[in-house]
């Protein structure tokens, strides 16, 4: 995967952090992942992705970090539901802002949430999973990147 495709999600989830909560987020060494490693936190979603590129956009976090930031966003509501929700919500986030990048032929699901940290994750046939750490306001999360671009050219 072209490093450029990283410092989309990077730069992205940084933006976020920063419009969000008026607090930047910092990044951290991007990995690589490897298939039998657990790197799910308490909330994750995913996003399936297809189209010039495939594979999976995942973003996962722990319950503290989601409390903190729904607290900085005024809300009171700190239930696992809307942890969910706002995990989703940042999944998609960060996947429109790629998209808007890699134009129209990035195509983007629904975010699919999963609750648990000792969730698998599956990268794409053939694609490495990139791990980008990412820290804000002391707790840590992780973009999940498994990209494969596809050939896109058209026989006659």
């Avoid at 039998?36 to 319950?63: K, Q």
């Avoid at 409390?67 to 929700?85: K, T």
């Avoid at 960060?94 to 969730?119: D, K």
Wanted: with cysteine; aromatic share 8%.
């Amino acid at each position: 995967m072209d490093a450029s495709i990283l410092n989309i999600f990077a730069t992205s989830i940084i933006s976020y952090f920063t419009k969000t909560t008026g607090q930047p987020a910092k990044m951290g060494t991007p990995f690589l992942g490897h298939e039998d490693e657990i790197v799910a936190l308490d909330f994750s979603a995913v996003i399936g992705i297809s189209g010039t590129y495939r594979g999976n956009i995942y973003y996962t976090a722990p319950l503290p970090k989601m409390q903190a930031l729904l607290a900085i966003l005024g809300e009171d509501d700190h239930s696992e539901h809307l942890c969910g929700e706002l995990v989703g919500e940042i999944t998609n986030t960060i996947s429109g802002n790629a998209r808007e990048e890699l134009g129209g032929g990035f195509m983007i699901s629904t975010p699919f949430l999963l609750a648990g940290s000792n969730i698998s994750v599956r990268a794409a046939q053939g694609a490495p999973c990139f791990i980008l750490p990412i820290e804000w306001n002391s707790f840590c999360s992780r973009i999940l990147i498994t990209l494969v671009k596809t050939d896109t050219t058209i026989n006659p």
